[in-house]
Antibody, heavy 118, light 107 residues
Framework: QVQLQESGPGLVKPSETLSLTCSVS????????WGWIRQPPGKGLEWIGY???????NYNPSLKSRVTISVDTSKNQLSLDLSSVTAADTAVYYC????????????WGQGTTVTVSS | EIVLTQSPGTLSLSPGERATLSCRAS???????LAWYQQKPGQAPRLLVY???SRATGIPDRFSGSGSGRVFTLIISRLEPEDSAVYYC????????FGGGTKVEIK
């Protein structure tokens, strides 16, 4: 069974870049789509984007200008970079595996909380 | 972007009762791309249903999904105390969006 674990700084300063990593265990990253989703405190879920292991991506249009998702097949990891952050980017960030053909997220990491504050 | 509107916002029911959750889309899309998730406080979401009506691995058969076009439904046939959670629908068109969620409370 695939397991996912997010990691990265819990505190990021405004205008800086938020960078997170998701480690995939129990399976190969080279076999699926992988996504990032976030959830601001007390609010609903927001899709950030997804990536196929080959490198093709699809981003939320509202975040597209600030988001980069990448994969490192040698480390079995995917990464998220979100630039020029503001307090509105404060959220729990989740990585997830995406079911091909259905675009439903069947395995989720536990999430990591990122706060944007000076 | 397809907007998903979930109703009701909150549902308060007793154990054993039937819960009906609605998800309405601003435009039609393929039923292959409609999913439902359950999220309990402090936990990551859990996939319940994908492709409108297919239960994910390990999901009890009291959860069932249906619908097409712009209107989709999740039914929990016999509520149990552990079903207390927020439920989200999600669609994938050219972009992916979530509904605002329905909170299910067990009396």
């Amino acid at each position: 069974q695939v397991q996912l674990q997010e990691s990265g700084p819990g505190l990021v300063k405004p205008s800086e870049t938020l960078s997170l990593t998701c480690s995939v265990s129990g399976g190969s990253i080279s076999s699926n789509y992988w996504g990032w989703i976030r959830q601001p405190p007390g609010k609903g879920l927001e899709w950030i984007g997804y990536i196929y292991y080959s490198g093709s991506t699809n981003y939320n249009p509202s975040l597209k200008s600030r988001v980069t998702i990448s994969v490192d097949t040698s480390k079995n990891q995917l990464s998220l970079d979100l630039s020029s952050v503001t307090a509105a980017d404060t959220a729990v960030y989740y990585c997830a595996s995406v079911m091909p053909g259905f675009y439903a997220m069947d395995v989720w990491g536990q999430g990591t909380t990122v706060t944007v504050s000076s | 972007e397809i907007v998903l509107t979930q109703s009701p916002g909150t549902l308060s029911l007793s154990p054993g009762e039937r819960a009906t959750l609605s998800c309405r889309a601003s435009q039609s899309f393929s039923s292959s791309f409609l999913a439902w998730y359950q999220q309990k406080p402090g936990q990551a979401p859990r996939l319940l249903v994908y492709g409108t009506s297919s239960r994910a691995t390990g999901i009890p058969d009291r959860f069932s999904g249906s619908g097409s076009g712009r209107v989709f439904t999740l039914i929990i046939s016999r509520l149990e105390p552990e079903d207390s959670a927020v439920y989200y629908c999600q669609q994938y068109g050219r972009s992916l969006t979530f509904g605002g969620g329905t909170k299910v409370e067990i009396k």
